[in-house]
C-alpha cells in the first residue's frame, strides 16, 4: 500500500457513511470512520424487516451488509464511541477525535459529513406521546418488532386489534417550520401495516394521511392492496385521549361524513417526519460551513456550491432520504471526494 | 497522464466502454470516462446526436470516444471479462470488444389524454412540453381565462409530474396573463422530493387552486371548440362543481424506452414490472444488474428526476471504476464444469443468473462473472459441474464432522440448517450481538446461495445423521441470484413428496425465507423447527 495516500474523515456511521468509506476504500483512499454511537449501521441497524410474502424493497436489511464490508476492508479504520471535538484546516485537516477513554488527533484530506437525521420528537403534539403507553412512533415499533417478530402493546404486552397510523407528525407542518415532506414516511408505515397484517391477520388498520407519496417501484399495486386491506381517512386527527384501560380515543374530522367524530384504537402509532441531525449545528461550526447546508432548507447542489471543495456531505445530512436514496447519495458523494483527491494520489491498491 | 489503471491492467483498448444512449446522463458519462483517458464507443439508436452530445466532440480526449449514430445492439456474446457485441448501423454489422456496457437511454412520457376521454386540441395540452407548444404560437390562444392542470387522476402520479405541473401553474399565475384562474385536479399530491412543499405552498399563496380526490373523481366533456369541462364534487364541502378550461393542461406516465426493453431481452437482463432493467432487489443499488459489468442508468432504471442526474452520472462511473479494479469480484473457488461428463445440454447456459456460461467449444465458466451461487451445479442433469468447497461430499464431510461431535447417548435432535450468507447467516450474527443463541443441536452451514443447496446437499444432511434439515434462505426478490431461493423451494418441495414415499415425515424438512435484520424470527424458527423434530423423534441413531 501507498504510505503517502490520501485519508478521508467519515463522520457517520450510517448507511451513508458506510456505503461512502467502501467505496473510497476500494479506490484506495484511506478511511477514518467516526460514530457517535456503541454499535454501527445508524437508524436503518434498528429497523425490522417489512416483508410479507416476499420483499417489499425498504432496503433495511442492506445495512448489515454494509457493515461487515467495512469492517473487513484494510483501508477503514472504524471508531465507535467517537465524538468530533475540534477541526483544525491549515494545509490538511487536523481532526481531535475524543473517544471516551482517550482523545485522539488525526489528519485527513478531505471530510464527509453522513450524520444523517433525527427522527421528529413528537412530545409537543397533542397526542400523547411519552404519556399515553400505547402510543408509538414508527421507529419505537420497528425496534420492538425487530425484538419480538410479532406487534405488543407495550402497557399489557396483548396483541392490538385496532392500530392507527398516524401520518405527517412533524413533516409537512408549518407550525414547526418543517416545510418539507419527509418522504419515507408512508412507506415505512404502509409497509409495516402490511407486515403486521400478515403475522396477525385480525388486526384492523386505519391510517390518517394528507397524500400518500410514492415510494419503490411497484408502489401501483402495493398500493392497491393497501388500500383494500387498510381503512384510508384523508385527515390528520385533532387530538388522543387515554381511556381507562389503556385504550385510545383519536378525534378527527372525517371527510365521508363532513363531521367531528371519535375512534377507539388499542395502539397508535405515529408517523414521525425527518429533521437534520441534533449535531448538525455544532458540527457546521466547527467545520466552519454555513449551518443552511445542514438544516434542509437549501437543495443538495446550492448546498455543494456553498461548501469549501474539501468539504462533502451526503445521505439524510442533505434531506430526508430512504434507504436506497442513501446509498445512491453515497456512491455519487465519494466519487466526488475521490475526484477531489485524485490529482494526489490513487494508486492502486 | 498515465491513470491508474493503465498502471493495472497495462491495456488500453481492452477497457473499452460501451455506452447506450443519447441525453445528459450519455453525455455526463462519457465526459467523464474520457478525463479519465477511458476509451468510450456511444452507439445511439436514433439518427441523431442530441444536443447535449454536441460538445462531446470538442473533448480533449474526444480521439478516445467512438460515436455511432443508427446503431442498435443486435447480439451479445461473452462476459465481463470479454463482451463481444454485435452492433448494427443501417445494417451494417460489426463487432465491438468491450468489457463494460451502460445502458443510458432516456424514458418516455406517454401523454395521458386520451385515457381522459380528451382529444388533442389546441386547448388541450401535455404537461412536459407545455411552455414549448402554448408560447411558439401553435397553441397560443387570446385570452385564456382558465387553466386546469389533470395531475395523477389517471395513473398514481410522481413527484417529477407534480414538481412540473405546479412550477407551471405558478409561472401562467405569475409570469403570463394575470387573472387566470388555475386548477390543479389531483389524487396524492406527491410532494417528496426536495422543495416540493414549499413550492406548493408557494403555488397556493399565489392563488392556484388544488382539488384533490380521495375517492371520487372528475368527469371531462370536452366541447367542440376543445375546450374542457371538468365536472367534479368537491370532496370537502360535496357541493357540485364544474369547471370550464379555455386549456387543459394533461399530465404523463413514464415508460422505459422500447429500445431498453429490447436491450433487457438480448443482454439477459430481469426486468421490473415496467419493463425498466433493472428489478427493485436491493442487491442491485444502485446502477447494477444481474450481469456482471452492464450497468443501468437513469431513465432506463426508471430514475427520473432532473436533479438526480447528476448522482447517476457519479454512480456509473464509480462503478465501472470499481469494475475496472476487479474490487467487487466475489472471491474463492467458482464453478468449474468438467467435459469429461458436460454432454452440452446447455441447462447451466439456460440457468445461470449471472450468464456467467460462455459458450465456446464447450461451455466454460468464465470465472470473472461467477458469483459462486451453485445454481448450475445443483441443475446440471450430468453432475458434470461442481465449485470445489461447495461440492456434495464436502457438505457431506461438515455434516458428518457435526455428527461426531455428537455423543452417541445425546436426546437432542441433530439438525442442519442451510443458511444462505446473504440473509441468515447475517441474521444469526445479529441474533448472538442481541444476546439471542441458535439452540444446541442446531448447526449452521453456510452457502453462498440456496440456488446452489442441490438435492445431494439434502440427503447428505440426512444421511449424514441429521434428523432435521432446514433450508433458510432470503425473501422473494430479495435473493443475489433472483431465484436461488425458488429453485431451493422446489428442492426442498421435492424431497418432502420422496421423503413421504419412503414413509419416514416429510416434516423433517422445512424451508424458511429471512432477512438479515430478522434474527429473532430466524431464533424462533429455529426453536419452533426444534420443537418439531423433537417431537417426531429421533431417527437417526
Known amino acids: ?349 | 497522464m498515465r491513470t491508474f489503471y493503465e498502471a493495472v491492467t497495462g491495456d488500453l483498448m481492452r477497457e473499452q466502454i460501451l455506452l447506450l444512449g443519447n441525453g445528459a446522463i450519455a453525455a455526463g458519462i462519457a465526459t467523464s470516462l474520457l478525463s479519465r483517458k477511458i476509451p468510450v464507443t456511444l452507439a445511439i439508436h436514433n439518427h441523431d446526436a442530441g444536443m447535449l452530445l454536441k460538445p462531446l466532440a470538442e473533448h480533449p480526449d474526444a480521439c478516445l470516444l467512438d460515436i455511432r449514430t443508427d446503431t442498435r445492439v443486435r447480439h451479445c456474446a461473452g462476459t465481463s471479462s470479454h463482451f463481444q457485441i454485435v452492433l448494427d448501423q443501417k445494417n451494417r454489422q460489426s463487432v465491438l470488444d468491450c468489457s463494460c456496457i451502460v445502458i443510458a437511454e432516456n424514458a418516455v412520457l406517454t401523454s395521458c389524454i386520451s385515457r381522459y376521454g380528451l382529444k388533442p386540441s389546441s386547448h388541450v395540452h401535455v404537461l412536459s412540453n407545455f411552455f414549448q407548444n402554448y408560447e411558439t404560437g401553435s397553441g397560443h390562444l387570446s385570452s385564456p381565462k382558465t387553466v386546469a392542470i389533470l395531475l395523477g387522476l389517471a395513473v398514481e402520479s410522481h413527484p417529477h409530474m407534480a414538481q412540473t405541473a405546479m412550477e407551471t401553474a405558478l409561472k401562467l399565475r405569475t409570469e403570463h396573463e394575470m387573472g387566470m384562474d388555475i386548477c390543479i385536479f389531483t389524487r396524492n399530491l406527491k410532494v417528496a422530493a426536495f422543495g416540493l412543499e414549499t413550492l406548493y405552498r408557494k403555488a397556493r399563496d399565489a392563488g392556484v387552486t388544488f382539488i384533490k380526490f380521495s375517492d371520487a373523481s372528475p368527469t371531462f366533456h370536452q366541447q367542440p371548440d376543445g375546450t374542457v369541462d371538468v365536472s367534479f364534487t368537491d370532496d370537502i364541502s360535496r357541493i357540485p362543481f364544474t369547471f370550464h378550461a379555455d386549456i387543459t393542461i394533461v399530465d404523463e406516465t413514464v415508460a422505459p424506452e422500447p429500445y431498453v426493453q429490447e436491450l433487457s431481452r438480448i443482454f439477459g437482463l430481469n426486468m421490473d414490472a415496467a419493463g425498466f432493467a433493472q428489478t427493485e432487489n436491493i442487491h442491485r443499488l444502485s446502477v447494477c444488474t444481474n450481469r456482471k459489468a452492464i450497468l443501468v442508468t437513469g431513465g432506463s432504471r426508471g430514475v427520473l428526476s432532473e436533479a438526480a442526474c447528476h448522482n447517476e452520472i457519479q454512480e456509473t462511473v464509480l462503478t465501472i471504476l470499481s469494475l475496472m479494479k476487479g474490487v467487487q469480484a466475489m472471491t474463492g473457488h467458482k464453478a468449474e464444469i468438467s467435459l469429461d461428463t458436460c454432454i452440452h445440454c446447455l441447462t447451466c447456459y439456460r440457468l445461470c443468473p449471472y450468464h456467467a456460461i460462455v459458450l465456446e467449444k464447450h461451455p466454460v465458466v468464465d470465472s470473472n462473472a461467477c458469483e459462486r451461487c451453485g445454481v448450475c451445479a445443483a441443475e446440471c442433469p450430468r453432475k458434470a459441474i461442481s465449485i470445489e468447497d461447495l461440492t456434495p461430499s464436502a457438505i457431506s464431510q461438515q455434516v458428518r464432522q457435526i455428527r461426531t461431535g455428537i455423543s452417541p447417548a445425546s436426546v437432542t435432535p441433530m439438525i442442519v440448517a442451510f443458511c444462505c450468507n446473504r440473509s441468515a447467516v447475517q441474521a444469526s450474527h445479529q441474533a448472538e450481538l442481541s444476546g439471542l443463541s441458535i439452540p444446541e443441536g442446531v448447526f449452521i452451514i453456510e452457502v453462498p446461495c440456496a440456488g446452489g443447496i442441490s438435492l445431494e446437499y439434502l440427503m447428505a444432511a440426512f444421511t449424514g445423521g441429521a434428523d432435521g434439515v432446514l433450508v433458510v434462505t432470503c425473501h422473494e426478490g430479495n435473493c443475489h441470484s433472483e431465484r436461488g431461493n425458488i429453485m431451493a423451494k422446489k428442492r426442498v418441495g421435492e424431497l418432502r413428496n420422496m421423503l413421504a414415499h419412503i414413509g419416514t415425515e416429510p416434516e423433517r424438512i422445512l424451508l424458511k425465507t429471512i432477512a438479515a435484520n430478522m434474527p429473532a424470527e430466524l431464533i424462533q424458527t429455529a426453536q419452533d423447527f426444534k420443537r418439531r423434530i423433537t417431537n417426531i423423534g429421533i431417527c437417526n441413531r
Open chain 1, 1 to 349: 500500500m501507498n504510505t503517502c495516500q490520501s485519508t478521508v474523515l467519515v463522520i457517520g456511521g450510517g448507511v451513508t457513511g458506510l456505503t461512502s468509506a467502501v467505496h473510497l476504500a476500494q479506490q484506495g483512499v484511506s478511511v477514518v470512520i467516526t460514530e457517535t454511537a456503541d454499535r454501527w449501521g445508524g437508524h436503518a441497524a434498528q429497523l425490522a424487516c417489512m416483508a410479507t410474502d416476499g420483499c417489499v424493497s425498504c432496503g433495511a436489511c442492506v445495512v448489515h451488509s454494509k457493515i461487515l464490508q467495512a469492517l473487513s476492508h484494510p483501508n477503514i479504520q472504524m471508531c465507535l464511541n467517537t465524538r468530533i471535538e475540534a477541526v483544525d484546516k491549515t494545509e490538511r485537516f487536523t481532526v481531535r477525535l475524543n473517544q471516551g477513554h482517550e482523545i485522539r488527533r488525526i489528519e485527513a484530506d478531505a471530510i464527509l459529513v453522513a450524520s444523517g437525521f433525527t427522527p421528529y420528537a413528537p412530545h409537543a403534539k397533542p397526542y400523547g406521546y411519552g404519556r399515553f403507553a400505547n402510543v408509538l412512533t414508527t421507529l419505537d415499533l420497528n425496534i420492538n418488532l425487530r425484538r419480538h417478530t410479532v406487534v405488543r402493546r407495550p402497557s399489557d404486552a396483548a396483541a392490538p386489534r385496532r392500530i392507527a397510523f398516524i401520518q405527517c407528525v412533524g413533516s409537512r407542518d408549518s407550525s414547526i417550520n418543517h416545510l418539507w415532506c419527509s418522504k419515507i414516511c408512508c412507506g415505512v408505515s404502509l409497509r409495516m401495516a402490511r407486515r403486521i397484517q400478515h403475522r396477525q391477520p385480525d388486526t384492523e388498520i386505519t391510517f390518517f394521511y394528507i397524500d400518500v407519496q410514492t415510494f419503490g417501484k411497484n408502489f401501483e399495486m402495493y398500493y392497491a392492496d393497501c388500500q383494500k386491506q387498510i381503512r384510508m381517512i384523508r385527515t390528520i386527527p385533532a387530538d388522543i385521549l387515554e381511556t381507562g384501560d389503556d385504550c385510545l380515543n383519536v378525534s378527527y374530522f372525517n371527510p365521508d361524513t363532513q363531521s367531528y367524530q371519535e375512534a377507539l384504537f388499542d395502539m397508535v402509532v405515529l408517523s414521525t417526519g425527518l429533521e437534520p441531525s441534533e449535531s448538525a449545528g455544532n458540527l457546521a461550526a466547527m467545520l466552519n460551513i454555513n449551518s443552511k447546508a445542514l438544516n434542509y432548507t437549501l437543495n443538495p447542489e446550492s448546498i455543494a456550491a456553498m461548501l469549501p471543495e474539501s468539504i462533502f456531505i451526503a445521505g439524510a445530512a442533505l434531506e430526508p432520504m430512504s434507504i436506497a436514496e442513501s446509498v445512491a447519495s453515497a456512491e455519487s458523494t465519494a466519487f466526488s471526494i475521490f475526484q477531489y483527491l485524485e490529482p494526489s494520489q490513487v494508486m492502486p491498491s
